[in-house]
């Protein structure tokens, strides 16, 4: 890894450091973060709903009198099957950076920052661009 990168992900580390031991062998993001109230599953799920499904609802009608009703109904369902695939990988990569860098949380524009520059060279020049 480059120098230029190395530096900028000691950067984020410090920004979001941990209050771990750094002895930690398996470390858990969530056992460090400090919040006052997480949401619980129900609450979590009614913001997905709300987020996917909020102001696509109102364009329902006029989907379905373009795309007809089977059509309709089977677009629906994969694209409700991808946004809900894309959340979720979402997700479990930032997870998984966390796990990486030791920090409790990166927020989704970081996240994608240091996905960047962990990733392949060609794209660490958006990774610095990316924020």
């Known amino acids: 890894m480059s120098d230029k990168r190395q530096k900028e992900l000691e950067k984020i580390k410090e920004r979001y450091a941990a209050e771990a031991d750094g002895n930690v062998e398996n470390y858990d993001p969530y056992k ?5 109230h997480g949401t619980t599953f129900l609450e979590s799920l009614i913001h997905v709903l709300k987020a996917s499904l909020g102001v696509g609802i109102l364009a329902m009608p006029e989907a ?5 009703v089977i059509n309709g ?4 369902i994969i694209i409700g099957f991808l946004c809900t695939y894309g959340i979720h990988m979402l997700v479990r990569s930032q997870y998984a950076l966390c796990t990486r860098l030791r920090v409790p949380y990166l927020t989704y524009s970081v996240a994608m920052k240091v996905a960047l520059l962990y990733g ?5 020049k958006f990774g610095t661009a990316s924020q």
């Open 73 to 76: 109904f089977v677009f629906t």
């Open 64 to 68: 379905f009198k373009h795309a007809g």
């Open 120 to 124: 392949p060279k060609s794209f660490a």
């Open 32 to 36: 460090y973060r400090n919040t006052t």
